[in-house]
């Protein structure tokens, strides 16, 4: 059976007058009480270890009521929580949550038992990491809350650091010019001209099954993919004569 040990400890030292002394045995500080009366001392000792142990003892009576109902309570890891979490996925969504199981940032925390980690380890991580930790510890960190492998939150949601996501904008004409210039792939030069040309995101392109050009009236059909769906804006883009001429010089590029 694992005991509790002391953290204060109390001493005297007789060449400065019998005046006692706690001993800080983490650090190993000595802090004088200001007493000689030992009865005095020894109560200033105790509660200052009973002010240690109470937490302690406040999360033992907690594990015992827990354990109660889940075995696992007292052994389960956010390591076992996420993976978990990540076998309740599918398909993309899953690959993507194993591409966050191996963040660095997450790895002072996931071997940690669950119930007995303080929410100052969860704001540490978040600031240590990127905007994607701080979602995806969120989502974990619900998760956790949602299958009752936490009682409460470790973070108040108040105190939960704002996401703030960087600025988002296309590339210039320069970084385009760059692109093409160090791509070798006559194919894939042909591809990323015409997503310029167009105004088409590399990802969009491909997909759109829907996606007609008419030589004759130069124009082109574009549009944008949400998450989940693939959403036809009904954007109509006058073409330039050099978009044009690089579908028409890459025959498996046209889209019928």
């Known amino acids: 059976m694992n005991t509790m040990t002391t953290r204060f400890r109390l001493t005297c030292c007789g060449i400065r007058g019998g005046i006692f002394y706690c001993v800080d045995k983490t650090p190993g500080k000595r802090t004088s009480l200001q007493t000689t009366n030992r009865d005095d001392a020894q109560q200033i000792v105790d509660a200052k270890n009973q002010a240690e142990r109470q937490p302690v003892l406040n999360l033992h009576i907690a594990k015992a009521y827990l354990a109660g109902t889940d075995n696992g309570m007292n052994t389960r890891t956010w390591q076992h929580a996420l993976d978990s979490l990540i076998a309740s996925k599918l398909a993309a969504n899953q690959q993507g949550w194993r591409i966050v199981a191996k963040n660095p940032e997450l790895a002072p925390l996931l071997p940690r038992i669950i119930i007995e980690t303080p929410g100052e ?136």
Request: aromatic share 10%.
């Open 121 to 256: 380890l969860l704001l540490k991580t978040m600031q240590a990491g990127t905007v994607s930790t701080n979602v995806f510890l969120r989502r974990l960190h619900n998760f956790c809350l949602d299958m009752n492998w936490l009682p409460w939150s470790l973070v108040p949601k108040r105190q939960w650091p704002e996401v703030k996501f960087k600025e988002k904008r296309a590339i210039t004409l320069e970084e385009h010019q760059q692109i093409i210039a160090a791509e070798v792939n006559p194919e894939r030069k042909a591809f990323y001209q015409l997503c310029w040309h167009l105004g088409s995101r590399q990802g969009d392109l491909p997909l759109c099954s829907q996606f007609r050009t008419a030589s004759r009236l130069k124009v082109s059909s574009n549009f944008r993919r949400s998450r989940t769906d693939v959403c036809f804006m009904g954007l109509f883009l006058q073409s330039s004569p050099d978009s044009l001429s690089v579908n028409s010089r890459q025959p498996h590029f046209r889209i019928r």
